[in-house]
T-cell receptor, first 115, second 113 residues
């Protein structure tokens, strides 16, 4: 069974204070690892897709990296508008994540950036 | 390009009732997946529809059922509602392929009393 564990559960930073969020995963075969941002009461907003170990992607103040067992979301010089819950999800090649193409999500990291 | 839309935005039902939630996929996408998100949890996969057929299901009972229409829109039906069914129901659309990204709609907030 696929598993995704995110840490920390919550993180409070000062504006401009860089940090990293962790996503550890267990899958029989990785089809893709996804990062989403979710604001309260809204649907997840897509950030990145990573397919293989060593891959990196960047978007503004965010950078996602992938190894064979975990992924990191690095936040550089964050601003208050970066406050949100960040979700990590995996898609398994064998479909053991609940279906042929279902995503298995972690519980998320609740990030607060204080001005 | 039109994004994923869902209706209604909010819904209140009583235990034992039935509910239908609707989703319109993003233009160009042929696959729809449904997720349930309880408060403080990550989304949980319910099932996926491709070519109007169920294409995989998570650990949800048969009272959760769905449909996909020729225009790729979809419905989620839940019978015999239980209090624990109260959650945010999310629809995501994608183009069926290896590792294709799923794009989510705004969700429907269901409260069962």
């Amino acid at each position: 069974e696929d598993q995704v564990t995110q840490s920390p559960e919550a993180l409070r930073l000062q504006e401009g204070e860089s940090s990293s969020l962790n996503c550890s995963y267990t899958v029989s075969g990785l089809r893709g690892l996804f990062w989403y941002r979710q604001d309260p009461g809204k649907g997840p907003e897509f950030l990145f897709t990573l397919y293989s170990a060593g891959e990196e992607k960047e978007k503004e103040r965010l950078k996602a990296t992938l190894t064979k067992k975990e992924s990191f979301l690095h936040i550089t010089a964050p601003k208050p508008e970066d406050s949100a819950t960040y979700l990590c999800a995996v898609q398994d090649t064998g479909g053991s994540g609940g279906g042929a193409d279902g995503l298995t999500f972690g519980k998320g990291t609740h990030l607060i950036i204080q001005p | 390009e039109t994004g994923v839309t869902q209706s209604p935005t909010h819904l209140i039902k009583t235990r034992g009732q039935q509910v239908t939630l609707r989703c319109s996929s993003q233009s160009g996408h042929n696959t729809v997946s449904w997720y349930q998100q309880a408060l403080g949890q990550g989304p949980q996969f319910i099932f996926q529809y491709y070519r109007e057929e169920e294409n995989g299901r998570g650990n949800f009972p048969p009272r959760f059922s769905g449909l996909q229409f020729p225009n790729y829109s979809s419905e989620l039906n839940v019978n015999a509602l239980e209090l624990d069914d109260s959650a945010l129901y999310l629809c995501a659309s994608s183009w069926r392929d290896r590792g294709e990204t799923q794009y989510f709609g705004p969700g429907t907030r269901l409260l069962v009393l």
